[in-house]
């Protein structure tokens, strides 16, 4: 892609109610636009950094037997109704009335919807477990939004749902979630860890968030960096200095962001629903579920918390918009048309290429780069002839021909 | 895919008050479901769908330079006040308070957000011309939703958004996405037609939309097959039967299906909303625009219109959720591992195959397969040693060994 022609402009300024360094950067960047509190429109920039999170997440999806569905937005006011949960979550549920004076509601999460789906399409034990999963927005009326892309009004997320004949086949399932969502995040260039959200190891029911380090989170973490014991400091029954309960060494103290979360549900909502399937025996019994959740605008929102620095964004390997960043620093005629030929040539070789052919300062260019954050700068300039392959994070400088230079890129990229 | 392990089952009978074709043979093969009127929720057969559709479409938006973006549904009521059409949409716009008291619209159409969003990023003639796209949910509170998914209340849309320094850059650029249109729909299968939408040729500021011919089509259309001159039966000055303007052959009346729109936008946006830009001689003009939809739901339901006899739905060959419905309709053990085997080669070979392996009679696996439609279905029976690939659109057979079947179904797919 040629700069000049990239929609989306790099700013100095941006309105002064961004308090967050996410949406701060993003939106001088040019990866979104801040619609209204709490909603944002992404850019070119920003949707290829969002389909790249989509992606991996769907691959990890598919890997543990899920099966892609898309649910709707709009919902009836008579299926909340049943959970109970159109009056629980009235406080950040958009509600309203339609032209022919139906209650609707905007889908804060699709338990209720997942749960009469699947009611239609099951009868029996030998429909299960089943593992469905959407990409798809939610909507919540959040009270206070400060948190840039962290905590949305509207905002893309993953959700997947499991049903299952019993709870240990829910438990069983549960760990293969959660080591995908360790898979995932990893993938994604983060450094996460589980939670205990509630409950502890007695309980059967509890559930785990997956926590990433940054250092302005929304939330607490006591961690134990030894053995991974770790829990949300609110609750935690061991403070930062104490002893971690497993392994006795020294925990600490962590501002950390909720990066997505896995749940048991059990029947809480099979059994309001009255979704049933038939057992072995012949009788009717109620479906034990699960729900897991990562928000990708808030994984994007996450990654800019996380790797930053004063110049800028540090997108990971395999979440930066493009592959390469090509910046043209050459004045002469004939080094113009080397920086060309080189973005041909890396078109050809299947790289992604944001190519900087602006009629800009070179200082300027050098500067958008390191604020936009893709993971490799390559600088064709008239004072070498050797390529020069920065590395964005540390700015680590590599010399050498266009060989020397694809044969490191793609050795990153794999 | 193993159909025994697929959601979403077919049913015989479904709610009465499904009456258009597509919604009734998408919900008995197990692609949709039904939210609430004009609601539907993608069943994975269905998103399948969706998602090739989409894919073609977007190919092709990247083909005339279009740039992807992703807009919001939430809106905030100011800027529609604008243009004047918070007041004018309100019959079919969802609007509504929030938990704070600010008015919320949920986007029927964007742009008024485009014509914001540019102004932020647009300042002089070298950012023109500039072409951005986005594939999204509209939101329409419709007041009759017979159509199924011909007209929904929450549905996906890819709308382009064009922006130029005249209107002859537009009109060339119109020219480029009529062409593109027709293009899709071939590619999509679909044998779409252009109706001047109003006004004429007389006049500079006409649109067109994309018709395809159906059994039960919510529009008329006079069309003369000759040379394609067509015209909306309610404006058409030319009637069914009378001699086309230009050509002289008598016209006929077709029940059509409009599966895309392209308009001429001119300043109607870029005057209320002010965007500008500073033309070569310094001073400021507003931006000239066009606007071109695409319903990606509506296609679909579109080709279920076109594409169907009594005993299910025809999917096109670019439109098929699966490529091949490979039917195992073998009682003894051998034939058994053979249809799990030549499953498995279809898979290598890079096939997209929906495999019947349930455990019902042969019967239901012949009807269910002429319900869901896949272009080629592949039988292997205990009757024969040679298969016996059938395509659904006219149940005509071939047998041969595998070598021969895959010879033939990579011919069509291309």
Same mark, same amino acid.
């Given at each position: ?8 402009? +790099? ?11 996410? *949406? ?9 636009? /801040? ?37 709707? *937005? ?51 034990? /030998? ?86 380090? +940054? ?103 395999? +979440? ?9 620093? *050459? ?35 050098? /500067? ?14 008239? /004072? ?23 044969? +490191? ?6």
């Amino acid at each position: 892609m040629k700069q000049s022609k990239l929609f989306g402009k +790099t700013r100095k300024d941006i309105s002064q109610d961004e308090k967050s360094i996410n *949406a701060e950067l993003l939106t001088k960047a040019g990866f979104v636009e /801040k619609q209204m509190a709490g909603v944002y429109d992404y850019l070119p920039l920003g949707l290829r950094v969002l389909r790249k999170i989509e992606n991996i997440i769907r691959e990890e999806m598919e890997a543990i037997g899920g099966q892609e569905i898309l649910m709707t *937005a709009l919902q009836a006011k008579e299926l909340w109704h049943q959970t109970g949960r159109w009056q629980e979550l009235e406080p950040i549920m958009y509600q309203f009335q339609d032209h022919h004076g139906s209650q609707i509601g905007l889908a804060t999460t699709h338990e209720e919807v997942i749960t009469d789906i699947v009611k239609k399409h099951l009868s029996s034990y /030998k429909d299960l477990p089943l593992y469905l999963y959407q990409i798809q927005n939610k909507f919540r009326d959040e009270k206070r939004v400060k948190s840039g892309l962290l905590r949305g009004r509207e905002f893309l997320m993953k959700d997947l749902y499991s049903f299952h004949i019993d709870q240990k086949d829910l438990d069983e399932y549960y760990q293969v979630v959660y080591q995908a969502y360790l898979k995932i995040f990893k993938r994604l260039g983060l450094e996460a860890f589980a939670v205990e959200a509630s409950g502890g190891a007695m309980s059967k029911q509890f559930s785990h968030e997956f926590m990433v380090k +940054t250092e302005a989170g929304e939330d607490e973490t006591v961690l134990c960096e030894k053995c991974g014991w770790a829990q949300n400091a609110e609750i935690a029954k061991v403070k930062s200095g104490e002893q971690c309960p497993q392994c006795q060494t020294i925990v600490k103290k962590f501002k950390t962001v909720e990066a997505g979360n896995i749940f048991r549900l059990g029947d809480k909502y099979s059994r309001p629903l009255k979704l049933q399937f038939t057992n072995q025996k012949g009788k009717l019994q109620e479906v034990v579920m699960g729900s897991y959740g990562i928000g990708l605008g808030r994984v994007m929102g996450t990654i800019v918390e996380a790797s930053h620095d004063q110049d800028g964004i540090i997108w990971t390997e395999t +979440t930066s918009p493009y592959q390469v960043h090509l910046l043209n620093l *050459a004045k002469n005629d004939k080094t113009q048309g080397k920086a060309e030929q080189i973005y041909k040539e890396l078109h050809q070789q299947g790289l992604e290429v944001l190519y900087d052919d602006r009629d800009i300062s070179f200082a300027r260019k050098l /500067k958008d780069a390191d604020l936009i954050g893709v993971y490799w700068q390559l600088i064709v300039s008239d /004072k070498q002839t050797e390529l020069e392959l920065v590395k964005r994070k540390d700015h680590q400088k590599i010399l050498g021909d266009l060989n020397k230079v694809l044969s +490191t890129i793609k050795k990153s990229v794999r």
